[in-house]
C-alpha cells in the first residue's frame, strides 16, 4: 500500500499565554506569537509545526505560507525530501533562504509529525535513537528585566532543577552588563551553568570588552557576540575572548558553520529547525558540526529539537522557554535539567484548537 497524501494544508496564529513585550541587543518585541501548520492527508490522520513570528512581517509570513501550501498539497507524505527541493527550486528567483525558508520549514515539520502519526512511531525513534533524554538549559534574562525580574527567573529555573541558565546582554554600558551577570551568578550559586547572549549586538571591542570582564563570574559561553556573517571578528574573539563562542541560529544553511570552522572559531553550533528548513537541514547541520568535532546546542524549539537531539552523538543540549506550553496538549518533559523525547507519535503533542485563530486562504 502506498503513503497517504496531503490533501489539505492549513495555517493559524496563536499567541502565548505568558505573552509581554522584551527586549534584547537588537529587538524590541511586542508580543510572543506563533503560527501553527496541520497538514491533512487523505487518510485523516492531521500533522501539526509551529514557529515563532513574534510580532515581526506577519503579511510577509501569509505570502510565504500560501506559497508553499501548493507544493505540499498532493504529495506523498513522506516525501519530506522531495518536498524541500521542490520549495527551494519554486523560490529560487526571490531567494529559498529567508521567509520562504521558514515557510518550508514549518511544512516539514507538519508532514513528519503526519508521517509519525500514521505509523504510530515518534520522529526520534524513526530516525533513530541515541539517547534517552538531553540537558536542557533555562533561556530569558530579557534585557527588558529589572534586576529582580532577572533574578527571579535564574532564580525559578534552578528550583525547577535546570542545572544551567542563560541571559541577554548588549547594554549600552559594559558595566551594566556585568551588574546582571553578577546578580545572576550571585543569585544561582557557583555550581550552576550562566550562559550570556548578546544578539549580535556587539562590534569586536565592546565584546571582547564584556568577554574579559565577565571571565570573573565563570561563564560557560557567550553566544553571537558579534554579526553573524564577521567571521574574522569571530576568529579574533576566540583567540582572545577566554571562553568559548556560540552561534548559528541566524543560519539558512551550513555556510556560516562551514566558514568559521574553517578559521577553527567555533565551539558551539546553535542550528534553528525553521531557519533550516525542517528536519533535513537541521540533520545536515549536526552532521557537519560533528565532522569538526563541534557539539550541538540548539536554538530555541525544544518540542522538535529534543527528539532530534536524541538521535545524534554530539548534542550538548537544548534550549528552553515556557512560551508555548499553555498552548498545547503535552508540555514537553523536563526534570532535573533533562528534556525526555516524547513516546507519543509525531512530535508527540498538539495545540489545543481554542488557541487558534485560522489564517485565510
Known amino acids: 500500500m502506498s503513503p497517504p497524501r496531503v490533501k489539505a494544508v492549513r495555517f493559524y496564529e496563536a499567541q502565548s499565554p505568558l505573552s509581554r513585550p522584551i527586549a534584547d541587543a537588537t529587538h524590541q518585541i511586542s508580543a510572543?506569537?506563533?503560527?501553527?501548520?496541520?497538514?491533512?492527508?487523505?487518510?485523516?490522520?492531521?500533522?501539526?509545526?509551529?514557529?515563532?513570528?513574534?510580532?515581526?512581517?506577519?503579511?510577509?509570513?501569509?505570502?510565504?505560507l500560501?506559497?508553499?501550501?501548493?507544493?505540499?498539497?498532493?504529495?506523498?507524505?513522506?516525501?519530506?525530501?522531495?518536498?524541500?527541493r521542490a520549495c527551494d527550486q519554486a523560490s529560487e528567483y526571490f531567494g529559498s533562504v529567508g521567509l520562504l525558508r521558514w515557510a518550508r520549514g514549518i511544512v516539514n515539520l507538519a508532514l513528519w509529525d503526519a508521517w509519525g502519526r500514521h505509523l504510530g512511531q515518534p520522529v526520534w525513534r524513526l530516525l533513530g535513537s541515541n539517547a534517552e533524554r538531553v540537558p536542557a538549559y533555562g533561556s530569558g534574562g530579557w534585557l527588558s528585566y529589572s534586576p529582580d525580574e532577572l533574578v527571579a527567573e535564574a532564580t525559578g529555573y534552578v528550583r525547577r532543577g535546570f542545572r544551567a541558565v542563560k541571559l541577554k546582554v548588549g547594554s549600552r554600558e559594559c558595566e551594566a552588563d556585568i551588574e546582571r551577570i553578577a546578580k545572576v551568578r550571585e543569585a544561582v550559586g557557583p555550581h550552576v551553568r550562566v550562559m550570556i547572549d548578546a544578539n549580535q549586538g556587539f562590534d569586536y571591542p565592546a565584546a571582547l570588552e564584556l568577554a574579559k570582564r565577565a571571565q570573573a563570574y565563570g561563564i560557560h559561553w557567550f553566544e553571537e557576540p558579534l554579526d553573524h556573517s564577521d567571521f574574522d571578528g569571530y576568529t579574533a574573539l576566540?583567540?582572545?575572548?577566554?571562553?568559548?563562542?556560540?552561534?548559528?541560529?541566524?543560519?539558512?544553511?551550513?555556510?556560516?558553520?562551514?566558514?568559521?570552522?574553517?578559521?577553527?572559531?567555533?565551539?558551539?553550533?546553535?542550528?534553528?529547525?525553521?531557519?533550516?528548513?525542517?528536519?533535513?537541514?537541521?540533520?545536515?547541520?549536526?552532521?557537519?558540526?560533528?565532522?569538526?568535532?563541534?557539539?550541538?546546542?540548539?536554538?530555541?524549539?525544544?518540542?522538535?529539537?529534543?527528539?532530534?537531539?536524541?538521535?545524534?552523538?554530539?548534542?550538548?543540549?537544548?534550549?528552553?522557554?515556557?512560551?508555548?506550553?499553555?498552548?498545547?496538549?503535552?508540555?514537553?518533559?523536563?526534570?532535573?535539567?533533562?528534556?525526555?523525547?516524547?513516546?507519543?507519535?509525531?512530535w508527540g503533542f498538539r495545540f489545543k484548537d481554542e488557541g487558534l485563530k485560522e489564517i485565510p486562504a
Open 66 to 84: 500560501a506559497d508553499v501550501r501548493e507544493l505540499a498539497i498532493g504529495r506523498e507524505v513522506c516525501a519530506t525530501v522531495a518536498f524541500n
Open 32 to 64: 510572543i506569537r506563533f503560527v501553527v501548520a496541520r497538514v491533512i492527508l487523505d487518510t485523516g490522520t492531521v500533522g501539526e509545526g509551529y514557529l515563532l513570528a513574534f510580532d515581526f512581517n506577519p503579511q510577509a509570513i501569509r505570502g510565504a
Open 238 to 346: 576566540r583567540q582572545n575572548a577566554g571562553m568559548a563562542l556560540a552561534m548559528g541560529e541566524r543560519e539558512y544553511d551550513v555556510v556560516a558553520l562551514r566558514e568559521l570552522t574553517r578559521r577553527n572559531a567555533l565551539d558551539l553550533w546553535q542550528p534553528d529547525v525553521l531557519r533550516l528548513g525542517g528536519v533535513e537541514g537541521w540533520l545536515e547541520s549536526a552532521a557537519v558540526a560533528r565532522a569538526h568535532h563541534l557539539p550541538v546546542l540548539a536554538h530555541y524549539y525544544k518540542e522538535y529539537d529534543t527528539p532530534l537531539a536524541a538521535t545524534i552523538p554530539n548534542a550538548a543540549g537544548v534550549e528552553s522557554f515556557d512560551w508555548v506550553d499553555g498552548l498545547i496538549d503535552r508540555p514537553l518533559r523536563i526534570e532535573d535539567g533533562f528534556a525526555y523525547p516524547s513516546s507519543e507519535p509525531g
